[in-house]
């Protein structure tokens, strides 16, 4: 009795933690080495414009405290264990979001000495937004993509 007790406690626990993530995702953003125009596009969309805020989405300085990573750029030599280790820090369960085309596949800088390709060659990824750089509305978009996935 106090096992199935103990079970629907937690899995009422589960579906609150579920609930909470899919309200109100917090984001980290991370540039591990584009030419910032992906960047600029993430901070537009955080405009009142867009307002990316009404799907409950917050930017985190912390990766500790943060739910997705939106990583833009390439991988590069030097940024490949500062990304591995933003994504270490972050607590279960963790998600990423590619956004750009530098970040999908090495973009401009593929054939370049020091890139080591796309975010996929170092994390796994759940979400690509191609562009380059990709719309507001794209970015949102790869968002609402997330958060619906996780629904399921």
């Known amino acids: 009795m106090t096992l199935n ?3 629907s406690w937690q899995d009422a626990l589960d579906k609150v933690r579920t ?3 899919l309200n109100s995702p917090w984001l980290i953003h991370y540039n591990s080495g584009s030419c910032n125009g992906c960047d600029i596009e993430i ?3 955080l ?3 867009y307002d990316v805020e009404r799907l409950g989405v917050k930017l985190q300085g912390s990766p500790r405290h ?3 990573l939106i990583c833009t750029g390439p991988v590069t030599r ?3 264990d500062r990304l591995r280790r ?3 820090q972050m607590p279960e369960p963790k998600f990423v979001m590619a956004v750009g085309a530098c970040a999908l596949s090495g973009g401009v800088f593929e054939d370049c000495y020091n890139c080591l390709g796309g975010i996929d060659q170092v994390l796994p990824v759940n979400v690509f937004v191609p562009g380059c750089p990709p719309r507001p509305d794209a970015i949102i978009h790869g968002v609402v993509t ?3 996935s996780l629904k399921q």
Do not use: H, M
């Open 146 to 148: 997330l958060l619906e």
């Open 66 to 68: 943060a739910d997705v």
């Open 19 to 21: 609930w909470a993530r």
């Open 43 to 45: 901070l537009a969309t």
């Open 5 to 7: 007790l103990a079970q």
């Open 47 to 49: 405009t009142p414009r």
């Open 86 to 88: 933003i994504y270490d």
């Open 78 to 80: 030097q940024s490949r």
